[in-house]
């Protein structure tokens, strides 16, 4: 069995992740596909995408997240 480390949005594609955000504030939740989080956020670092969020119901920069296995 084999770990996969996801840190880029390249590598979601690849794995053929998904992504899931959640807001550490109001508990919305958003999931994007790879070739979405690369659409939205350009090839780069989750850590980098995870700077920029700010959630689109309360405004706060408090975005957790997630890499979900693939379907």
Known sequence: ???KHVR???DLVR???SLRI???TCFASKTLSGPE???AFGLGSLRQAQA???CSR???KAARL???DPV
């Open 15 to 17: 794995f053929r992740c």
């Open 8 to 10: 880029t949005t390249g």
């Open 1 to 3: 069995m084999s770990t």
């Open 58 to 60: 309360c405004g706060q």
């Open 66 to 68: 997630l890499v979900l």
């Open 37 to 39: 989080a690369v659409a």
């Open 52 to 54: 920029r969020l700010r």
């Open 22 to 24: 959640d807001c550490g």
